[in-house]
């Protein structure tokens, strides 16, 4: 391309752009997983992109639509993810802000996220425009004038732009920010290599249409390549990448959706990226059927011209002509809408060598659909590929319509079959920006780990599915050793650092030794250190064991119940409202007692003290001394019981002494268990006078409730055969989850940074979850907190081994009426130990109803151990995530660094080794590993690396200079254009169009 030109963008903020004379907004599509997908699944999600289509065609009322579909894969803008990460974070700690430098820099090495992208065109702008005065100043740089629009010519157009957001946001579209239009037009004109990420170009004045230089390209038209020049970075010289675009050369008359050929997924996995643009016009079914007819028309009068000349039998007419009659009895009929579209798939590479071994690859994986390299037109083609309007030169073609067969098409056209492609399909799963009535809520939350199938990073934060109110649960849940401890503590882990509360209920203390070897190191192992952490001075003056991270250490707070004093736990120590104390109570009755009966003689006492503390407020005590409530209490109330019916069961006269000396026996039996309650681990907790003992600060980062010398049951799903000790410690985990709920409340407090009132992030961490959901009243109080977490702004992290302690706890949310019983918005599934398990298992991450029973039980076969059972396909540090829009794919758990890697250490054999390595107390100083994101990662080699692309505008100081002068009224205004789009959105009575 000898001649130079400006790209032909006027105007563009977060809603609209113009290109040329046309108007266009642009939209992010959702994309869908089908790694657990049935076959029939799989075409109900092809179904639904046909939906978007129509959906888009009754926003314009029936008349066509101008679309451009892009696919292009983007790095992570790791430095963007960091700064939004911050903002929503409520108080980042210094070591938080310290590795999330490091974390950056290994975003940016990972997988390209697959990004689909959606421009519809709005119409015509015939509005006039004057010069915009800011404009004069950059033209001494950019010697291009600029224009200033007027707002009462582009409202329409943003009407009708947010009536397309409003109606697609229920696909789980989102809107496309000016910084990602900028971004693909960048992308289009930079071969194989992916544009740096700018600042700038997300500040668009509302006022003004300020000119940015989007991209500063030189290029050479090859024989059928594109040759894209540019400027290395390092050493100043010319370096070129090669970009080829491949139409449609022919394909199967009738192409039949069948979800194992679908190209879409398919060209996913090669492993060259390929992207794609396709322009199409969507028709509505009355123009359908007008065309359609037509075309019929057209080729029964080729065939009488054919047979008045007594032409040749030719079986490539004889089949036009059989499908023309079908397409007329078709539009006769049932006409359907349609699309008439150019697919173009783009090929980029270091050398032409490499593009012809990637178009190898495509034309290979396509099958019956030929794509083929048009000579002399690949600078055409890639022009073509642009966001906005394009008028020159058409190459190829591809007509269709929805749900496959036979469709309309000029003479010289092929017939198409639209979406068998399944465009939508990919592995992304993780948090998600979802638009609502106009406005975005959620955001990207930590990066836990990468799809296992693509390397895609997967984000993830607690409270992610609560801003988009969503259920307020987190389960992971798999066998032992399968990685699930692993991930839970390095939820809690950045999400404490990151200024969540933190409460943790935590049995087996991995996350007292977590925290231990983060704020101590390699202490941890040493001599006299397990006696110091016994008698809680670690830290103190009485210790010799110091913190080498004393941030750390100063926001946490361990609480060990089995060194708590008695009564520590009394429903009456805890609580201010004495029915709130009598429902605690009552719970741990329930679960302190198996038998019915011995339940009920301590509700009898329960009841007894109620009557008597009552009396003694109205000021009729009917006993001499002061009721203090209190189990003890209880306890006393119990014993006086007794006495009442010992002398009945020892006068063998006394009609009743059968029946009293069985009272009495069971009587004996609840006291003697309240007696041994006395001097027993945890169950010594529940049994006071009424006085209060001080817990601790509850207000720290991290609060965590250890229960040291806890063993689990040897059947956990069988609570019924529990020893006494281990429902003493069941117990004693009911009243903490109880005690933790009841701290919280919903009332706003000023963010430490920002000083803007909310109501701060809370998270309550259960491991052995089974513990508490394997009694009813647990049940009750998790669905309780579960209920409540979205007010309160809490969720629940939910650790426990088996799929049925989570259906349980939903069961019971669904048999009170509760109208979401879907609590859990998030599911991790580590490997199950057993098919039976896994088809439990299954059932969690999807809906089993549908499918044959073969792909069902091949799905859930997944889920068993890779290498030990037939078709497993999980291993230690790898589950499956089923996220807030219900996506499910295999994702490979990160811990990123060396130091997270041996403070999750829970292997009792490994810790010791692993925990005997000093830790710095400075995040500059922590040593990232890559390990994982290197053992999943795709799509990416040396030569296309993130940032390894610049162009010579990226080198123009005086560009830059301009920039730093003028950045705060660029900044001024662009808030003036956000509060004029809230105005939009709040005065057009459109934000309840939806």
Known sequence: MADRERL?????????????????????????????????????????????????????????????????????????????????????????????????????????????????????????????????????????????????????????????????????????????????????????????????????????????????????????????????????????????????????????????????????????????????????????????????????????????????????????????????????????????????????????????????????????????????????????????????????????????????????????????????????????????????????????????????????????????????????????????????????????????????????????KFTYYIAFGEQVMQPGFSADAEAGILGTEESQFQPVNPEFWAETTIVSLARGAAGQLDAWSLTDSYAEADELARGQVEVLFTDKDDRTIVEQALAVMKEAYDAEQAGEPIHGDPIVPSMGTVVRFLEQSREKYRPMAEDADNANAFNATEKLEQLDRVINRFKRARDTRYAKLLVGNGQRVDLGDMTRRRVIFTLHGFAPPKKPDQPETWSESERNAAAAMFTVLDLVQKLFDDRPKPNPVTGEMKTPPRALFVDEGYMIARQPTGQGILSRGLRQGRSLNLVIVFISQQPRDVQEIEQQAKDAGEADSNQFGTIFMFRQKSPVEAARALELLRDTSGGTTTETVALARKLLEEGKSAGGQLRGGRCVMRDVDNRVATVSVDQMFAELARATETNPNDRPRAQSIPISGSGRDWEIDPTTMLEVRTGISEANMRGDYTDDLELDEDWHDFIARNIDELEAANVAAAVTAERLYTESGLEDAH
């Open 8 to 512: 032909p963008y006027r105007y563009a903020d977060d809603l609209i752009f113009i290109s040329g004379d046309s108007v266009w907004t642009a939209l992010r599509l959702a994309g869908t997983t089908d790694e657990f997908l049935t076959a029939d699944e799989k075409q109900s999600a092809a179904e639904l992109v046909a939906q978007t289509y129509n959906t888009l065609l009754a926003v314009f009322n029936g008349k066509s639509v101008q679309c451009h579909e892009i696919i292009r894969y983007r790095p992570t803008s790791a430095e963007e993810w960091a700064r939004g990460y911050l903002k929503t974070s409520w108080n980042p700690s210094r070591l938080m802000r310290q590795l999330l430098r490091h974390v950056s820099a290994l975003l940016s090495e990972s997988t390209p996220e697959r990004q689909r992208y959606l421009m519809v065109r709005l119409g015509e702008f015939t509005g006039e425009t004057v010069p915009d005065p800011l404009s004069a100043i950059a033209n001494r740089v950019t010697a291009v004038a600029d224009e200033q629009f007027r707002a009462s010519d582009l409202e329409p157009f943003r009407d009708l732009a947010i009536r397309v957001h409003l109606q697609l946001a229920t696909f789980r579209a989102t809107p496309c920010t000016r910084g990602d239009l900028i971004w693909l037009i960048r992308k289009t004109l930079s071969g194989h290599r992916f544009p740096s990420e700018q600042p700038i170009l997300t500040s668009k004045p509302l006022r003004t249409s300020f000119f940015d230089m989007a991209v500063n390209f030189r290029g050479r038209n090859g024989q059928d390549y594109v040759e894209i020049i540019d400027t290395d970075p390092d050493t100043g010289d010319e370096r070129s990448t090669y970009t080829a675009t491949l139409v449609v050369a022919s394909s199967a008359p009738i192409l039949e959706f069948n979800p194992v050929m679908a190209w879409g997924p398919a060209l996913a996995q090669l492993p060259r990226p390929v992207e794609l643009s396709w322009r199409y016009e969507l028709i509505s079914a009355a123009e359908f059927k007008d065309r359609a007819l037509k075309v019929a028309k057209n080729i029964k009068d080729e065939a009488a011209d054919r047979d008045k000349v007594q032409a040749s039998e030719d079986p490539r007419f004889e089949n036009k002509y059989d499908r023309a009659q079908a397409l007329f009895e078709e539009a006769s009929t049932a006409p359907q809408p349609a699309m008439i579209g150019r697919l173009r798939l783009v090929l980029s590479a270091p050398t032409p060598k490499e593009l012809v071994a990637a178009e190898e690859d495509v034309r290979a994986m396509m099958g019956d659909l030929e794509m083929v390299r048009v000579p002399r037109a690949q600078s055409h083609l890639l022009k073509e590929q642009l966001p906005g309007d394009y008028t020159g030169k058409i190459f190829g073609g591809l007509v269709a319509a929805q749900g496959g067969g036979v469709k309309i098409g000029e003479r010289t056209t092929d017939v198409w079959a639209p979406a068998v492609a399944r465009l939508d399909s990919d592995d992304q799963v993780g948090d998600a920006v979802e638009a609502n009535r106009g406005r975005t809520r959620g955001w990207r939350g930590f990066p836990v780990g990468y799809t296992y199938t693509n390397g895609a990073p997967v984000h993830f934060g607690l409270h992610v599915q609560v801003a988009r109110d969503r259920g307020a649960g987190i389960a992971i849940i798999g066998a032992s050793g399968g990685g699930k401890s692993t991930l839970a503590l390095l939820l809690y882990f950045w999400e404490s650092e990151s200024g969540t509360q933190c409460m943790v209920l935590d049995p087996k203390n991995d996350f007292e």
